[in-house]
């Protein structure tokens, strides 16, 4: 992750004793997403600091998944930012433009017929 895509997708399992992923499944309830300290994320590598705003939460079938990590033009980036936000649960108003890099988060949902996708995008970066 230490050079970003214009999308980072990061997948990890929803295990059911509550480790890994599994915690990604509140983000489609309302009384989470709604709380304005839920819509940041932290995250750490070994060389850097990054904070993520929050833009898009929504859950999908396993046949209607499509999360590319790059882009052929700054027309595609910004349609794939528009048809994500389309799917959102929550409108979160973030405002995107074609030079932001995204974050992905994805995880099977409580079942595996579905997966549960929440996007962010970059609003702070610092090395360590």
């Not at 590319?68 to 973030?94: L, M």
């Amino acid at each position: 992750m230490e050079d970003l895509d214009q999308n980072t997708i990061i997948y990890g399992h929803n295990r059911r004793n509550g480790s890994m992923f599994s915690g990604l499944n509140t983000t489609l309830e309302e009384a989470w997403y709604k709380q304005l300290e839920n819509q940041f994320i932290n995250l750490d590598t070994l060389s850097k600091t990054t904070i993520w705003q929050i833009f898009s939460i929504y859950q999908v079938t396993t046949k209607n998944v499509s999360n590319p990590i790059t882009f052929s033009s700054d027309i595609h980036f910004s349609n794939f930012i528009e048809k994500t936000k389309q799917k959102s649960i929550y409108a979160f108003n973030v405002n995107l433009n074609s030079t932001d890099k995204l974050l992905t988060l994805y995880t099977c949902g409580n079942n595996t017929s579905y997966r549960v996708i929440l996007h962010a995008k970059l609003i702070y970066e610092k090395p360590h």
